[in-house]
């Protein structure tokens, strides 16, 4: 015998009627459209920011997936990289992530023969992050294609124009 909860779950839920006010537009209130006026959005730096970023990393995705690379794990690798035996506490404050994020990226970065764990010389408590010789190597082929990628995303910038763009980028971050 089914229970009041389950028959009430059977039972079809009562529609409300559905508003049927008219909605009047103003007299000059164009039907259709035939070009989009952006002009508000385009005078956002988050929007602009944004849109950028989703170029650059559109063709990021593409030229990394040779070496299995997402953006967070090119960034730490990377870091890693320049910064030999930096701690997980360093690269997430560097990298503005969570430990928890970071730990199965570590694993994962293990696992593929990227990096190695050694004793910090001045923390007992942490371990200083160091890339293998397979990660080097990896790492040095993988930055070259993210310097040629930056070229060609913005390829449409003078060199001053890039430096004053990443310059006014870093203004809005640091």
């Known amino acids: 015998m089914p229970t009041p909860a389950t028959a009430a779950a059977r039972r079809p839920k009562a529609s409300r009627p559905a508003d049927t006010t008219p909605v009047t537009l103003p007299p000059d209130t164009p039907l259709a459209i035939e070009r989009v006026d952006s002009r ?5 730096i988050g929007y602009n920011a ?3 970023a989703l170029a650059v990393i559109d063709v990021f995705l593409e030229r990394m997936a040779v070496y299995a690379l997402r953006p967070v794990d090119f960034s730490a690798l990377s870091l890693i990289r320049h910064n030999p035996g930096i ?3 360093q690269l997430c404050g560097a990298l503005g992530i969570l430990p928890p994020n970071l730990v199965g990226m570590i694993h994962r970065f293990e696992k593929r023969g990227l990096l190695m764990r ?5 923390d007992g408590r942490a371990q200083g992050l160091h890339l293998t010789d397979p990660g080097q190597a990896l790492m040095a082929q993988a930055e070259c294609t993210a310097t040629e990628l930056e070229k060609d995303v913005s390829q449409r910038l003078t060199e ?3 430096k004053t763009l990443m310059t ?4 809005i971050y640091l």
């Open 40 to 44: 508000f959005l385009e005078s956002l």
């Open 160 to 162: 001053r124009e890039r």
């Open 118 to 122: 050694r004793p910090h010389p001045l």
């Open 87 to 89: 701690t997980s506490r």
């Open 50 to 52: 944004r849109r950028a």
């Open 168 to 171: 006014l980028l870093q203004k």
